[in-house]
């Protein structure tokens, strides 16, 4: 699909207005696509976010539960983390997996690339699957309360269709799943 040479958005000032070690916040003062002014508001994410669909011979995964602050209620996921920028992202998806459930695996595949929310985020996502499981202990970060449980592929999925799962990794490394498996490529 072709897309415009130039990007209509012309920036014509901009204020830091918070940082802290995993976001930026800034606010632009922009002439906007039809030629008017405005502002804009961008949460510049300072880690890529990684997530995993852990999956065994028996096509069953693991779930991390745990309450999310923001959320301010208890949500199921894949395991997940961020991942420092410059740092191979396979590398950050094998540490997280290890950390949150004490698996380790020997194959891994990359099956998406998003954004998480583009229109006031610059936050990149990379899932993974990843297969060939071993069990080691979980190390869990001091900010982190877990449970991990092991449920079938089908269980997550039917999850996920009835909004039991609202993570977005989740839901998007749970459907992309689902599709590879549909395909015969999983």
Same mark, same amino acid.
């Given at each position: ?125 990379? =899932?993974? %699957? /990843?297969?060939? #499981? ?6 869990? $970060? !001091? +900010? ?24 977005? =990794?989740? %839901? /998007?490394?749970? #459907? ?6 549909? $395909? !015969? +490529?999983?």
């Amino acid at each position: 699909m072709q897309h415009p040479e130039a990007n209509p958005w012309k920036i014509t000032s901009e204020k830091e207005i918070y940082d802290n070690p995993w976001i930026n916040v800034t606010e632009y003062q922009v002439i906007n696509p039809s030629g008017n002014p405005g502002i804009y508001g961008q949460v510049h994410y300072k880690n890529i976010a990684i997530g995993i669909l852990p999956l065994d011979d028996d096509m069953n995964t693991y779930l991390v539960g745990q309450d999310r602050f923001t959320l301010n209620q208890y949500s199921w996921e894949l395991p997940e983390g961020g991942g420092i920028i410059g740092v191979d992202p396979l590398e950050s998806a094998k540490r997280e997996l290890l950390e949150e459930t004490g698996l380790k695996a020997s194959k891994w595949t990359e099956i998406q690339r998003m954004h998480l929310s583009n229109s006031v985020s610059d936050e990149l996502c990379i =899932l993974y %699957v /990843a297969r060939g #499981l071993q069990q080691f202990e979980a190390e869990p $970060e !001091d +900010t982190e309360q877990l449970v991990v449980k092991k449920v079938p592929f089908e269980e997550v999925y039917r999850m996920v269709c009835a909004g039991e799962i609202t993570d977005s =990794l989740a %839901v /998007a490394a749970v #459907l992309k799943a689902r599709l590879m498996q549909l $395909e !015969d +490529t999983l």
